[in-house]
């Protein structure tokens, strides 16, 4: 969260200064970096000779049966089989199978969060596990095998999984390639509704402190959604310091009877999650505020909504 504020003195009506400023990003994804221990697999024997067996289709949902088989051992909750996480799983095993490799990162598709977004899956964390076996059982004990893999099968922060798997071609006929995508998905954000909740978080929180509600001003909302929407993404903190100086201006100081500071909040959220209520917003001397809040998407095309407050204070 950019926190800044401009307060009154003798030579100017308003003086711009800096405060505590910080960025906070809320709910971007977590990944797990591409590294040799994401990676497991099997070989089949030399001249081993492999007969008909399960379809795809019901590969994948046996081995998304063994992870939640695995997790109910460990007492986690069961995942969700996602349908949207299984077809980017999918590509990818077929991807590596075409080309003999296993990769998180490979250069026709890209890294994992490269292939969520291209497919609009909007998610707060992600993980991922790829394999080659010549079984889904062998592919399930080896990652067990491995602290990194056992990790995100056994994560908390995840709630969805997809698997995907295609069998491989030439030198690995007999292998199959595996790709497990974990993920805690989020919704597409909707801006009108986070600004709605973020007010009424604010008036939980004064009220649970015993302080009085604030008085949200039409003139504030008004400034604020102009400010937003001259502000470019990614900004800097003296992005903010401009803006907060032309709030000034379209609010002349006396304008408002309790108002004689004012300071400017952003803050960069995916869902209601991720909402914080800054100190500003918490003090007893805080009178009046405006909010505004708009869609926009970072660079790597996920859905974000930044909300912008613009707060006046005595």
């Known amino acids: 969260m950019y926190h800044v504020r401009v307060w009154p003195d003798r030579r100017s009506p308003w003086k711009r200064g800096v405060i505590g400023i910080g960025l906070f990003i809320c709910g971007l994804n977590a990944w797990l970096p591409s590294r040799p221990g994401c990676q497991a697999s099997g070989r089949v024997p030399e001249g081993r000779m492999l007969a008909a067996g399960p379809s795809i289709a019901e590969l994948e949902h046996n081995l998304f049966s063994m992870l939640n088989r695995d997790r109910a051992q460990r007492g986690l909750t069961p995942l969700v089989l996602d349908s949207s996480l299984a077809r980017i799983a999918r590509d990818h095993s077929r991807e590596m199978a075409a080309q003999g490799t296993l990769s998180h990162n490979l250069p026709s598709s890209g ?3 490269t292939r969520l977004s291209r497919a609009g899956f909007v998610v707060r964390k992600a993980r991922e596990n790829v394999a080659r076996a010549s079984s889904i059982e062998e592919a399930e004990a ?7 893999h056992l990790r995100n ?3 908390a922060d ?4 997809g698997v995907g798997i295609s069998r491989g071609s030439a030198s690995h006929a ?57 502000l470019e993404f990614p900004f800097k903190a003296e992005d903010l310091e401009r803006l907060l100086d032309d709030a000034a201006q379209q609010i002349p100081q006396g304008t408002l009877n309790d108002v004689s500071r004012m300071s400017l909040d952003v803050q ?36 974000m909504v930044a909300i912008l407050t613009l707060i006046g204070s005595r």
Do not use: C
């Open 111 to 113: 890294d994992l969060r």
């Open 142 to 148: 080896a990652l067990l095998k491995s602290p990194g």
């Open 153 to 155: 099968i056994m994560a």
């Open 158 to 161: 995840v709630s969805h999984v």
């Open 174 to 230: 007999g292998d199959l390639y595996i790709t497990q995508i974990f993920a805690d998905p989020s919704t597409p954000p909707k801006p009108e509704q986070l600004r709605r909740a973020q007010l009424t978080r604010i008036e939980e929180a004064r009220r649970n402190s015993g302080l009085r509600q604030l008085r949200v001003d039409p003139l504030f909302d008004k400034a604020a959604a102009r400010l937003l929407g001259r």
């Open 268 to 303: 960069l959220v995916r869902d209601e999650r991720d909402l914080k209520i800054s100190d500003e917003l918490r003090r007893n001397r805080t009178n009046v505020l405006g909010t505004a809040a708009r869609e926009f998407r970072d660079n790597r095309g996920q859905a």
